[in-house]
């Protein structure tokens, strides 16, 4: 069974720290999709990221950045220089390759960025 | 308008009442997507529309009936709901499925429901 563990529930970090949050996740499939997506207070859930299980290398977007580490299953975002604008909900999820229409969310890490 | 669109953003209804969620997508996708998010629960998601046939049902109580007309429109008919089916609830739409795709799934803003 698929399923998508993020065990941080809730962060806190004073403005202009770096702060990572943990995905990690189980799949019997050799090959699937993971996500990030970012719910601010509005409630849309805005897409991050999507990396395809080949693709291990680290991508970096600006401020954040994704570390994809297959051998634990683990897909963990940070974010540098955090900002107020980045205090939302992120939520880590995986899909299988085939069933690419049926993505699976983590519980999701609540971020608070203080000023 | 672009991307995916809900109305309305908010609704208060009475266990009794009839009421519809309504989603609009603006991105010529195919696959749309309804998900629950209550404050207890991970995202839930709940039904899957392929141009325009339902793909999947995730076991949804009978009270919750989706209609997709075309692929850029998608309602949630609401009937005879209980007060734990208040939520967030968000529409998505993705490219549509099919192995050369790759699918990712933009949401809208939610609707958020409260059922007295």
């Known amino acids: 069974a698929q399923k998508v563990t993020q065990a941080q529930t809730e962060i806190s970090v004073v403005e202009k720290e770096d702060v990572t949050l943990d995905c990690v996740y189980e799949t019997r499939d050799t090959t699937y999709y993971l996500f990030w997506y970012k719910q601010p207070p509005s409630g849309e859930l805005v897409f991050l990221i999507r990396r395809n299980s080949f693709d291990e290398q680290n991508e970096i977007s600006g401020r954040y950045s994704w570390n994809f580490q297959k051998s634990t299953s683990s897909f963990n975002f940070t974010i540098t220089a955090s900002q107020v604008v980045d205090s939302a909900v992120y939520f880590c999820a995986l899909s299988d390759w085939n069933r690419d229409d049926k993505i699976i969310f983590g519980k999701g890490t609540r971020l608070h960025i203080l000023p | 308008e672009t991307g995916v669109t809900q109305t309305p953003r908010h609704l208060v209804m009475g266990m009794t009442n009839k009421k519809s969620l309504k989603c609009e997508q603006h991105l010529g996708h195919n696959a749309m997507y309804w998900y629950k998010q209550s404050a207890k629960k991970p995202l839930e998601l709940m039904f899957v529309?392929?141009?325009?046939?339902?793909?999947e049902n995730n076991s949804v109580p009978s009270r919750f009936s989706p209609e997709c007309p075309n692929s850029s429109h998608l309602f949630l008919h609401l009937h005879t709901l209980q007060p734990e089916d208040s939520a967030l609830y968000l529409c998505?739409?993705?490219?549509?499925?099919?192995?050369?795709?790759?699918?990712?799934?933009?949401f809208g803003p939610g609707t958020r429901l409260l059922v007295l």
């Open positions: 529309y392929n141009f325009k046939e339902q793909t």
């Open positions: 998505a739409s993705s490219q549509g499925t099919g192995t050369e795709y790759q699918e990712t799934q933009y």
